[in-house]
Each structure stands twice: as structure tokens, then as C-alpha cells.
Antibody, heavy 121, light 112 residues
């Protein structure tokens, strides 16, 4: 069971970034994919999740309107796009497996290796 | 400010008992939502340490235990080893945020 993320990105302020997360070793369609980030010197911050089971998404209020999370069951891949980047979005972005189907409260038990996104002019 | 409150740092010597608290409210831990704990060594991937308030995934040493009571939870490390130096995070879900996941601010464990 593993999640493999796309490579590091360097973006200018105002740009968008798309991070991918490919799952293997389990039935991707049954489990939500969470996105969590860690800015330099800061703690873990939950951004939201997307569910390939029912196509639902839930975003943290902080990122609502600026982030889009999707899943593609044909490639077992989750994607997250963050728009209107600022220097404050410089962080390591992780995907993590979450809830099973319609159930809630599950732990994030499998994590991707992280994708570094640097935002700089 | 994190929805779940943790002390920024704790320390302990091998053979001692170290406790990391995680204080929430009636809308998250106190609402009956389960608490999970993660260990994160900077530069590596966070790993699940405790799930469902008290359960250790296979492979997690018995020196790690956890509990939950009311609006708070605690992670206990009995006899920390040098390799346990890391950041520890609690996580739950908040009903007032439509079931959004919430993390504590993290606690840095130093082994003396």
C-alpha cells in the first residue's frame, strides 16, 4: 500500500500548482484522499479531502475557493490544485489515505512522500 | 491557533514517563470524535502512531500508549528512546466545522 506524489515545484506568486498522488496496493475507489501541508517551521495543516467513492469533496474553510481536489479512478490518482499562490503557500504538501467509503473518522494511515512547493518571485 | 491545543515541547529521560496532552472542546474530542496520533520527524513522512483513541498499529512499540477523557486526550511514552525524538501531533474531527479534520499544533519531544 503506497502513495507516490509528483515532484517538487517552484512557482511565482499568483500562479497555480497541481500536485498528484498515485495510489497502489489497495482499492483506490474505496478510500478518501486527504491533503495536508506543512509550512516551514509550522505544524501539520489539513487542507481537505476528495472521495473517489462518491466524488464528494470537503475543504478546510481556509482554502475554500482557492483549492480543488479531484480523483481519477482510471489512473488511481488524486490531484490537488492550489490557485493564487503566495509566499505563505511555500510548504511540503502530503496526500494521505483517509476514510473508507461513506464512513468518517478514520485515521490517515498511509502517507505520500511529500511534494515541496516553493513560491518565490 | 490550532483547534486542538498541545504543549509546544516536552522532554524526558529514558526510563521516565512522558505525557503529551491534546486539549479540544465539545465540538471535537468532547463530541465523541476519535483521536489519532502521528509522529513526524522533519524531513520524513508523518506516520500513524495511535488510532481510535487508544489503538497501536502493528509495528508501533508498546512504550506508546494513549487515552481520551472528556474534551482531552493524552499520548504517553514510557521510557522514551533517543529515536523517539520527533514532533507528535494529535488529530480529530470537528462537528462545528462540518466534520473537517483538525490537527493539534504539534509537540516536540526531546529525550534527555
Amino acid at each position: 500500500v503506497q502513495l507516490v506524489q509528483s515532484g517538487s515545484e517552484v512557482k511565482k506568486p499568483g500562479a497555480s500548482v497541481r500536485v498528484s498522488c498515485m495510489a497502489s496496493g489497495y482499492n483506490f475507489a474505496d478510500w478518501t484522499v486527504n491533503w495536508v501541508r506543512q509550512a516551514p517551521g509550522q505544524g501539520l495543516e489539513w487542507m481537505g479531502w476528495s472521495s473517489p467513492y462518491n466524488d464528494n469533496t470537503k475543504y478546510s474553510q481556509k482554502f475554500q475557493g482557492r483549492v480543488t481536489m479531484t480523483t481519477d479512478t482510471s489512473t488511481n490518482t488524486a490531484h490537488m490544485e492550489v490557485r493564487s499562490l503566495t509566499a505563505d503557500d511555500t510548504a511540503i504538501y502530503y496526500c494521505a489515505r483517509g476514510d473508507y467509503r461513506d464512513y468518517t473518522g478514520y485515521p490517515m494511515d498511509v502517507w505520500g512522500q511529500g511534494t515541496t512547493v516553493a513560491v518565490s518571485s | 491557533q490550532s483547534v486542538l491545543t498541545q504543549p509546544p515541547s516536552v522532554s524526558g529521560a529514558p526510563g521516565q514517563r512522558v505525557t503529551i496532552s491534546c486539549t479540544g472542546s465539545s465540538s471535537n474530542i468532547g463530541a465523541g470524535n476519535e483521536v489519532h496520533w502521528y509522529r513526524h520527524l522533519p524531513g520524513t513522512v508523518p506516520t500513524l502512531l495511535i488510532y481510535g483513541n487508544t489503538n497501536r498499529p502493528s509495528g508501533v512499540p508498546e512504550r506508546f500508549s494513549a487515552s481520551k477523557s472528556g474534551t482531552s486526550a493524552s499520548l504517553v511514552i514510557t521510557g522514551p528512546l533517543a529515536e523517539d525524538e520527533a514532533d507528535y501531533y494529535c488529530q480529530s474531527y470537528d462537528s462545528s466545522l462540518s466534520g473537517s479534520a483538525v490537527f493539534g499544533g504539534g509537540t516536540k519531544l526531546t529525550v534527555l
